[in-house]
């Protein structure tokens, strides 16, 4: 009996042979010796660093070091804690802040008030280009300065 198909223009069809095992076999041991050299010689050159490089280490590095700041938050919301009582207890107490010259920090609260009360500084800048005391380009030369 001869179970030949005719082939077809368009590639349909079936396999006319069987898989070859041995050639999967094979391939199959030399990837794992393969993988299994390749972790041998991966595990010697940890080794062979890790034996040739020993650090000098000096009395002064042998003691502990507090590293640099910003440091490791070991308790962070405590931290965050204590930062917001530093700054309510700055926002909202008196002291000095140059005893020489007179510089007093005040409450923001009192601070607020006493600003409402004096006002913020105002000039009119208007008034002084249309009475001539200063000139248009100066007044804008004088704003573009500040920025």
């Known amino acids: 009996m001869d179970h030949s198909v005719p082939h077809s223009p368009n590639g349909t069809g079936h396999e006319t042979q069987e898989v070859n095992v041995k050639t999967i ?29 020993q650090p000098e280490v000096s009395a002064k590095q042998s003691q502990a070091q507090v590293p640099p700041e910003p440091r490791l938050e070991v308790v962070p919301s405590r931290q965050i804690m204590d930062l917001r009582k ?10 000095w802040v140059d005893q020489k010259s007179g510089t007093v920090r005040v409450p923001i609260d009192r601070a607020i008030d006493m600003l409402a009360q004096k006002g913020l ?18 007044a804008q030369g004088s704003t573009n300065a500040g920025k």
């Open 86 to 95: 530093l700054e309510d207890h700055v926002l909202t107490s008196y002291s």
């Open 121 to 138: 500084p105002h000039r009119d800048y208007m008034a002084e280009i249309e009475s001539g005391r200063r000139s248009p380009a100066k």
């Open 25 to 53: 076999v094979v391939s199959l041991g030399f990837l794992a010796i393969g993988t299994f050299l390749v972790c041998v010689l991966v595990v010697g050159i940890f080794k062979y660093f890790t034996n040739t490089y």
